[in-house]
């Protein structure tokens, strides 16, 4: 024993605690683990109970053997061989083979593989990593074998519960699709060890959980919850470093208000075992709540190629079908959260959007309190003020102060052309960090103040109640106001930009006090510069426009052309959409100052929002504007979880 041990100690996970909940394959996780040296907890958390007496596999055999099936879904190794034990008991083989043979066999992956080849059948299409039901309707829908979905009858080999989504998606596409469930779930009939590892999960006895399928979380929380823990669990599980094999698993973790810390980059146990040894280091260095903590996850956390494209987010801002409304909100990371307050309490407001490593903590902060479905990376509208060369500061009770003397064309023309990688160079090393850092799954949103709400904190000086600078400015010199505007959108255009190629995942234009104008003066003097600055970042990374203020001219808002169009709290959803235009995507809309009211009200209040919203593809949830400071903390989490409990879509 004693000559094990010096090598033993080299390897990062030497001695390292983990509790893995996988069934079946719980050996082949054990063995992977306990390779990189660490002392594995196995506590099984699902067993697979076949059904004996399958009805629907044997009418799938029927219809398989009279050439009615045209496609074969393969979902899992085990359940084909499943399906086949239960299929030879009143069929013959050799004629199911045959049969199969006439259909175009899609294997989900390479366990479905291998159990078709011990058929001596080879599948016509295979699915690339990270093997969920996307990739199978992107491949299906690829069409590289001429297969044409519409009118097709195809079979789904099913695997503890029904995939709704993928069944909805394939009946899109014209299908006729039967179901083969061949097992269901079960809690296992010895839960003593699954009992155990969930009292020594709360007794802080290990430091990673290891996650291997969506469903074990579940199961897990369902054990907790009849020992009477629940509550304690999940406080203790969320100082682990949660590990989950792949996307999958991870959407079934965020279903249950938990976020995956790693990832591999295949979805695989022996990788999941290679890679979390390598990261170990810097992910068990993380010590929530420390201000490094997020940070130090990240450099860890992998981006797989698609998976945060997947995001109910982006699928939203794409106008995608979602099981349920994404929800983020705008200045989620602020003064209301005692975290920022720590946090503000040692540096400036300017020094911490400088900061990059402080930038990625707050960032991520916001999006583990609140478990909300996108990051927004934290810095502010006018920071792009100071490469412009104005004096920029943030005085207490006052708010922002900007010392610019802006007096016609050739004070405009004075503005430098400021190259952003290298002037804001502390916004794109921010987001690449917290890019790094961020849930693998979780989209990062970049953003800029549009041209207007730019100008008019040029022409202020800072925030202002009837905006009478501006205004005039833009009344009696129309042609340094257009310059103005000219020259704001050329330098927006090229910040936002940058920031897409540091990693933001959408972009977001606040053109806060769009509202102060009317249609008319909103056409003539705002809309070109908007369009332009559009027209000049769209089609990379979807785009939010948001306003406020904007509902007499809704139309002509979006007619700027973003992808998403923010929709503020004075209008209701449904006629603001309807406004927009069917077409696009729209984000909203409840008041902020709601989230001082009592929890049933915010209840309420979402409900009828998303009544409006009515469950049509392309609504992101939002405020109508940004969380005001004062707001109560826990009404805010209160507000994400309403929203994520109330909208799962049943189809
Ligand atoms: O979580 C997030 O939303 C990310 C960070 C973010 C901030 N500002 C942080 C911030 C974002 C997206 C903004 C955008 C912003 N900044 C807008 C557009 C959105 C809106 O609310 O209309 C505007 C108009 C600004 C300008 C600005 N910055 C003002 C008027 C102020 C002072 C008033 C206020 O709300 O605090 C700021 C400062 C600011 N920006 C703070 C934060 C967290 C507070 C600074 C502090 O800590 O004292």
């Known amino acids: 024993m004693t000559s094990l041990k010096p090598t033993l100690e080299k390897q990062p996970l030497a001695g390292i605690p983990i509790v893995g909940f996988e069934s079946r394959q719980s050996d082949i996780l054990k063995q992977a683990l306990e390779r990189q040296g660490a002392v594995f907890f196995a506590a099984p958390s699902v067993q697979e109970i076949p059904f004996e007496q399958n009805t629907e596999a044997f009418s799938f055999a029927e219809k398989l053997m009279a050439g009615k099936i045209n496609i074969v879904i393969l979902m899992t190794g085990v359940g084909t061989r499943y ?74 080999q099913e695997y503890g519960e029904s995939n709704l989504d993928f069944l909805t998606a394939l009946k899109k596409r014209g299908c006729r699709v039967v179901q083969i469930p061949v097992y269901r779930w079960a809690l296992p009939d010895n839960r003593e060890p699954l009992e155990s590892a969930i009292r020594k999960i709360i007794a802080g006895e290990f430091k990673i959980a290891v996650l291997t399928s969506a469903i074990q979380i579940r199961h897990v929380l369902k054990v907790a919850s009849e020992m009477g823990v629940e509550r304690e669990f999940k406080t203790k599980f969320k100082e682990l470093v949660i590990a989950s094999v792949g996307p999958t698993t991870s959407e079934g973790l965020q279903e249950v208000g938990f976020v995956a810390d790693f990832q591999p980059t295949h979805p695989k146990m022996g990788t999941l075992a290679k890679e979390l040894a390598e990261q170990a280091a810097v992910l068990l260095n993380a010590q929530r709540p420390t201000l490094n903590a997020g940070v130090q996850r990240s450099a860890l956390s992998v981006k797989p190629l698609g998976q945060v494209q997947n995001s109910l987010f ?48 707050v960032t991520l902060n916001a999006v583990e309190e609140l478990g909300v479905d996108a990051a927004i990376i934290f810095s502010d509208i006018l920071v ?195 406004k927009a235009g069917a077409s696009k995507a729209v984000q909203g809309n409840l008041d902020p100052v709601l989230l001082f009211a009592p929890q049933e009200k915010i209840r309420e209040e979402v409900k009828k929002i998303l009544e409006q919203a009515d469950g049509r593809p392309g609504h992101i949830f939002n405020l109508g504007h940004g969380v005001l400071p004062g707001t109560p903390e826990e009404n805010v989490k209160y507000l994400v979880d309403c929203v994520k409990k109330l909208s799962v879509r049943v189809e």
């Open 384 to 578: 792009v003020l100071e490469p412009m060369g104005f004096g920029l500061d943030y005085v207490a009770g006052d708010g922002p102060v900007i010392s610019a003397e802006i007096k016609g064309l050739s004070s405009v023309q004075k503005i430098p052309n400021f190259d952003p990688e290298a002037e804001l160079s502390y916004v794109m090393e921010g987001i690449r960090l917290t890019r790094a850092s961020l849930n693998a799954a979780i989209p990062l949103i970049g953003f800029s103040g549009a041209p207007f709400t730019l100008a008019s904190y040029l022409l202020e000086g800072g925030s202002s109640k009837n905006f009478i600078r501006t205004k005039t400015f833009m009344f009696s010199d129309e042609k340094a106001w257009h310059a103005l505007l000219e020259k704001i959108t050329q330098l927006t255009a090229k910040y936002l930009l940058a920031q897409i190629r540091a990693g933001a995942d959408a972009i977001q234009i606040f053109d806060s006090w769009a509202g102060i104008l009317n249609a008319l003066d909103y056409s003539k003097y705002v809309l070109p510069h908007s369009r332009e600055l559009l027209r000049q970042v769209s089609g990379k990374v979807p785009v939010i426009h948001f306003g406020t203020g904007t509902s007499p001219f809704l139309d002509i808002f979006s007619s700027a052309g973003a992808d998403v169009i923010g929709i503020d709290s004075h209008m209701s959803l449904d006629e603001g959409w309807e």
């Open 314 to 361: 982006l699928k939203a801002c794409r106008k995608e079908s979602t099981p349920r409304t994404p929800v983020w909100l705008m200045r989620q990371a602020g003064r209301y959260q005692k975290s920022y307050r720590a946090i503000r309490g040692k540096f400036s407001f300017l020094e911490l959007c400088k900061n990059k490593e402080v930038v990625t903590q």
């Open 83 to 156: 399906l086949m034990q239960v299929l030879e008991k009143k069929f013959e083989k050799n004629l199911l083979v045959e049969a199969l043979k006439k259909t175009t066999l899609v294997a989900r992956g390479p366990k479905s593989v291998q159990a078709l080849r011990e058929l001596g059948l080879v599948p016509a299409m295979t699915i690339p990593e990270p093997n969920t039901w996307r990739e199978i309707i992107a491949e299906l829908d690829q069409n590289p074998r001429g297969v044409d979905l519409e009118s097709q009858t195809v079979a789904v």
